[in-house]
């Protein structure tokens, strides 16, 4: 599928910004599209690593802020991580208001209710609902990348409660979770009411071989 086909169906802002890179959908964008994701569907992504989750994850956001005047939020584990996708986002989307978050967990940080993305960790968000935020309400859209951990002994309950609460606080909320390794996909996608998209395409062959003496042999 080719952008040019979604054309009519993302804000034109959006279009603009996706268009001087990206000519062609990979796969798993096709299939994305295909199980709702431009219907605002809860999607959980399993699918390798840079086979293009991320840009699933803009379609949503950018959508939903530029369409329903309200917010996203990009949810990651850790703080480097964080850094990164704020980076990226700034650069790709310099019409948004978009902030970073990951400090003081004693805080509403009031200040992010004039930002329209915000990127944090699992953490700050669940310290800003317990401190009853009020901005909340104006979130939309909620991107969960790494949702495996969901599996991890230290992070995973925080993760739960986080998706439990967003879900019970926020009404039309639509959730996209994201992993490249999920080892129960069908059960977690029915746990977020999600719909499943998966997918073996990736954009380098992965090989699988022995070393022994200096010298590699790949399987064939």
Known sequence: MKLDEIKDRIPEQLYNSLIPTI?????????AIEKGLLERKNLLICTPTASGKTLIAELAMVKSILELKSKAVYIVPLKALANEKFKYFKKT???LNIALSIGDLDS???YLSTYDLIVCTSEKLDSLIRHHA???????????????LLNDIGRGPVLEILITMLKDLIKDLQIV???ATIGNPKELSEWLDANLVEDNWRPVELKKGVMFENKIEFKK
């Open 177 to 179: 979770a994201l992993s």
């Open 93 to 95: 989307y310099p019409y």
């Open 134 to 148: 009020d901005w909340l309400k104006e979130i939309k859209t909620i991107v969960i990348d790494e949702v495996h």
């Open 108 to 110: 509403t940080d009031r």
């Open 23 to 31: 000519e062609k959908l990979r796969p798993s964008q096709n299939k």
